[in-house]
């Protein structure tokens, strides 16, 4: 599992070395890091010898970084320059940095967009303006040098630490933000950089140990994301002796006259998830075309017996169908049974949800819920909002809602009512498609369905994340968000990374949890 921190928590971690006189050496393993990410960027384009590198450096100790590490890049023969963003910089690090033979240009009121002329022409920019020290976005001339250079398309940045206007806890986004390509981040995962907006500007993340990690392992983590070897060992592994109703029944209220494919998908990607039988409720219009699609299923149009999850919502219109739902979600909370709650069923939840039933919203859905709810306040939320701060307002609804709730982005983010939070994003923008959320409820009732017994058992693999009870269906919902956002983007690979429709995404589920599954025992001590 990966954790992420807040840069508070970050700071906590350093003090300890900071107060034995440890400062220097943590920043020197820190750019020596960070010259060596961006020597092989760079060595992936061209030479080396006669590149150039232009390191933009704040004040704080970001800069530092930037400008020791800018110094490491000249001795390997790069062309270097440091425009500083500040009158006064870290003195030593721009001592090292001129030693080294580097250039200085100074940022001004009025050079900012002759700056960013010069920096677009760079072979690499390493972006050292703010860090974990900085407070709200840039300022001024910073902001005006990056705006334009932006605008102009540098050819490579590399953000040291973070990308400079993003909040290391929060990932929230003061633009401008100069959007890069790799981020070096030291000592530990920083929050925004797993959670949008701020994963959206950093590129690919690469950690750098500077030494801090042992004390970091005391921290609860701001984040966590599940790895393919943590849902190797998270996925349902059938036993020999297994049957359907020991693999697990999952009942599924989806679909209408008006929408029967979410119906059709809910239900066929909750089949090819290898969950015991699925029994679907809902008019006859919509099971017909269910059972043409996916003929192992049951209709049932009575009492559907028992089960051991439900998927509610996906597609649900009307009063029949809500009235389905209705009855399913009081069997629900009767019999103490997780539940999945999606789209059409958000508007009846309970006054109060227990953590096994987990919701499923966008960010419209999870504006419009928390405004629904008698405790948000006075100020309508909106899905920008929500855009904005996802990993404020997911936590938001799950402390008031009293479920897990897993907000569906391009980063999902699924916080419990106790308030861990996991981020998942495996996926491609391809999946941003009508039905590909119908697909992961199916996945996830079906997870749901299954691992009953592997969540309560404390000595189970859900257990083994360190989880208590309460948090480990949010851990499930993570496993099926990044089934699910696997499974869309092996379905693109397979079109050489073009469009794919919900049905792909379900049909490339069983691969995806294969190779999951076969990765997990080949490599098992
Ligand atoms: N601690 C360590 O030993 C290690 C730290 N490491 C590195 O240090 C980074 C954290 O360093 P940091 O704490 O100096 O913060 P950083 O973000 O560089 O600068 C903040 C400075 O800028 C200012 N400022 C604030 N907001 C601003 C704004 N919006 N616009 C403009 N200015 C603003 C603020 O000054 P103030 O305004 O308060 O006077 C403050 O002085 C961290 O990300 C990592 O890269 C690694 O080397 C490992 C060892
Ligand atoms: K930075």
Redesign the pocket.
């Known amino acids: 599992m990966i954790s992420a921190f807040t ?1 508070q928590q970050i ?1 906590d971690a ?1 003090q300890p ?2 107060d034995a006189g440890e ?1 220097a050496v ?2 020197q ?3 020596y890091g960070l010259a060596q990410a961006v020597i092989r960027e760079v060595k992936k384009r061209r030479r080396l010898a006669g590149a150039s590198v232009t390191v933009l450096a ?8 930037g400008l020791y590490a800018a110094a490491h890049l000249a001795r390997r023969g790069m062309r270097t320059t440091a425009v500083l ?2 009158d006064a910089v870290h003195a030593e690090a721009l001592a090292g940095f001129k030693a080294a033979g580097g250039q200085v240009l100074q940022l001004g009121p009025s050079n900012a967009e002759e700056l960013a002329v010069l920096c677009a022409g760079e072979d690499v920019i390493i972006d ?12 001024e001339a ?1 902001a005006e040098l990056v705006a334009a250079l932006q605008e102009l398309g540098p050819r490579l940045v590399v953000a ?3 990308p400079s206007g993003l909040d ?1 806890g929060t990932g929230e986004v003061h633009w401008p933000v100069l959007e890069v390509d790799v981020t070096v981040t ?2 530990g995962f920083k929050a925004g950089l797993l959670t949008d907006p701020g994963e959206g500007c950093a590129g690919r993340v690469e950690l750098v140990q ?1 030494g801090i990690e042992s004390a970091l392992h005391h921290q609860a983590p701001e984040l966590r994301r599940l790895s393919a070897r943590d849902l190797g060992a998270l996925l349902p592994h059938p036993v020999r002796r297994a049957h359907k109703y020991s693999r697990g029944v999952l009942g599924i209220v989806a679909g209408s006259s008006r929408f029967a494919g979410a119906a059709v998908l809910s239900v066929h990607a909750a089949a090819l998830t290898g969950v015991g039988m699925v029994r679907y409720l809902g008019p006859e219009s919509a099971a017909r075309m269910v059972l043409t699609r996916t003929p192992e299923a049951l209709w049932e149009t009575q009492d559907p017996g028992r089960v051991q999850a439900w998927v509610m919502g996906p597609g649900v219109d009307g009063e029949e169908q809500l009235h389905r739902a209705g009855a399913a979600s009081d069997g629900a909370l009767r019999d103490g049974l997780p539940v999945v709650v999606d789209a059409g069923a958000l508007s009846i939840l309970p006054d109060r949800c227990p953590p096994h039933w987990i919701l499923t919203p966008h960010a419209g859905e999870l504006a419009a819920l928390l405004d629904s709810l008698p405790s948000t306040g006075e100020v309508a939320v909106t899905r920008a909002d929500v855009e904005s701060r996802p990993l404020h307002f997911v936590r938001q609804a799950a402390q008031q809602t009293g479920a897990t709730v897993l907000l569906k982005g391009a980063t999902t983010l699924v916080a419990s009512p106790s308030g861990i939070v996991f981020s998942q994003s495996e996926g491609t923008p391809w999946m941003a498609t009508a039905g590909s959320g119908d697909v992961l409820a199916g996945v996830l009732g079906a997870l749901l369905a299954q691992a009953a017994e592997e969540i309560a058992d404390d000595d189970g693999a859900y257990a083994a994340l360190g989880l208590d009870p309460e948090d480990r269906w949010a851990a499930v919902a993570a496993a099926a968000a990044s089934v699910h956002a696997r499974a869309g983007a092996l379905a693109s690979m397979d079109f050489d990374g073009g469009p794919i429709t919900a049905s792909a995404i379900a049909e490339a589920v069983p691969r995806v949890i294969g190779s999951l599954s076969a990765e997990y025992d080949r490599t098992r001590p």
């Open positions: 840069g700071r350093e070395l900071l400062g943590l920043m393993r820190a750019a704040g004040k704080g100790n970001n800069g530092g970084d963003a500040a050292a303006l703010l860090g974990t020290g900085a407070r709200g976005g840039l300022r910073s040291c630490d973070v290391a030291f000592g500077i």
